[in-house]
C-alpha cells in the first residue's frame, strides 16, 4: 500500500486487485461504496432500520440514566476505553452513551498528545489523573493503548517502549478492577473499505471535515500495520481480569446498540429492565481476539 506525493491519493490492494482511491474525488468510487459494508466478513447486507434503531437507543438511554442514578446512590465508578482505527466509530458511540447523562458525573476524556511534563512521567500517569471518583463514569476516547496500536504504528514510541508497555498493562488493569471499578474495554471493528468510505465522507462534508486530519490520510497507507499491532496488542493484553469486547462497526446503528447493551447487562443496577435492553448480538459483539475471525 503506498500513497501519492500529494499524500491524498491512495494505492491499494484490495481482493487481489490494486486500485487507486482519491480522497479528494468528490464522487465515491462505485467500489468502495459496494463493498464497504460488507468488508471485513461483515455478517448483514443493509444497515439496521432507522426507526428499530431510534427508538432501540431511546430505551437503552433511559436504561443508563437508571444506571447513573445508581452509581450515584452507591459511589460505584465506571471506567469504559473505546479503541479501534480512525474512522471505526468510536466518538459517535460514546456520544450516544453520553447524550442523556448528567456532564456533571460522566465524563468524555480525549487527551491531546503528552507535554513535555507528560512525556517524562510514567506512562500510565496522566490517564490515572483522569480516573472516575464515587459515582462517576469515564469514557476514554482513545486511551493508554496508543501505546500499543498508534504510537507505534506511526513510530511515537520504539519498540522497546511498547514491549514495555504490554507487559505492564496487564497489571495495570488489575489493579482497577481490585479497585472495584466497573471496567471496559471495546475494540470497534471496520472494513479497509468502510474506512476509506468514511473518510472520503469526512472529507466533502463540511461539518465533519474537522475529523479528518494530516494523520488519518497517513494511516491509510499503513493498513497491514495496524491491522499486525492490533492483532499483537489484543493477544497480549485480553485477560480473565480485563477482557476486550470486540465489536464488528461496519453499521455504527448495530455497533453502538449492543455496545450499551454489554455495559447495562454487566452491571446489576437498581431497577434494571433485561427486556427493555434486549439481547446482545452475537453477529456484532464477541469477546477476544478471536472473534475477528
Known amino acids: 500500500m503506498s500513497s501519492s506525493k500529494q499524500d491524498r ?48 437507543l431511546e430505551r ?32 459517535g458511540t460514546i456520544f450516544s452513551i453520553r447524550a442523556y447523562l448528567n456532564p456533571r458525573s460522566a465524563r468524555i476524556v480525549a487527551l491531546p ?5 507528560e512525556a517524562g512521567q510514567w506512562y500510565f500517569q ?3 489523573t483522569h480516573f ?33 508497555f504490554l507487559h505492564e498493562v496487564p497489571r495495570f488493569e488489575e489493579l482497577i478492577v481490585d479497585e472495584g471499578i466497573h471496567f471496559f474495554k471495546f475494540w470497534l471493528n471496520i472494513g479497509q473499505e468502510m474506512q476509506l468510505k468514511r473518510f472520503h465522507d469526512r472529507r466533502h462534508d463540511p461539518l465533519k471535515i474537522w475529523k479528518l486530519s494530516p494523520m488519518d490520510i497517513a494511516a491509510l497507507t499503513k493498513w497491514d500495520e495496524f491491522t499486525d499491532a492490533r492483532d499483537r496488542m489484543l493477544k497480549k493484553t485480553h485477560t ?14 448495530r ?31 464477541g469477546e477476544g481476539p478471536e472473534f475477528l475471525g
Open 9 to 56: 491519493s491512495v494505492d491499494i490492494e484490495i481482493g487481489g486487485r490494486r486500485r487507486v482511491f482519491d480522497i479528494d474525488d468528490p464522487k465515491l468510487p462505485d467500489w468502495i461504496d459496494k463493498n464497504a459494508l460488507g468488508s471485513e466478513g461483515y455478517s448483514y447486507d443493509d444497515k439496521m432500520d432507522k426507526r428499530d434503531y431510534a427508538d432501540t
Open 60 to 91: 437503552l438511554q433511559i436504561e443508563l440514566v437508571k444506571l447513573q442514578f445508581w452509581l450515584n446512590a452507591s459511589g460505584k465508578r465506571v471506567i469504559s476505553v473505546f479503541e479501534g482505527r480512525d474512522a471505526a466509530g468510536k466518538g
Open 113 to 117: 498528545k503528552p507535554t513535555e511534563t
Open 126 to 128: 496522566r490517564y490515572v
Open 132 to 164: 472516575p471518583t464515587a459515582g462517576e463514569i469515564v469514557l476514554f476516547d482513545r486511551s493508554w493503548y496508543n501505546r500499543g496500536v498508534v504510537e507505534p504504528v506511526m513510530g511515537f514510541c520504539t519498540a522497546e517502549q511498547c514491549k514495555k
Open 240 to 253: 480473565k481480569h480485563a477482557p476486550w469486547t470486540v465489536v464488528k462497526a461496519n453499521d455504527k446503528r
Open 255 to 285: 455497533a453502538r446498540i449492543n455496545v450499551i447493551r454489554q455495559i447495562l447487562l454487566s452491571i446489576d443496577y437498581e431497577g434494571r429492565d433485561e427486556k427493555a435492553i434486549g439481547e446482545i448480538d452475537h453477529n456484532i459483539l
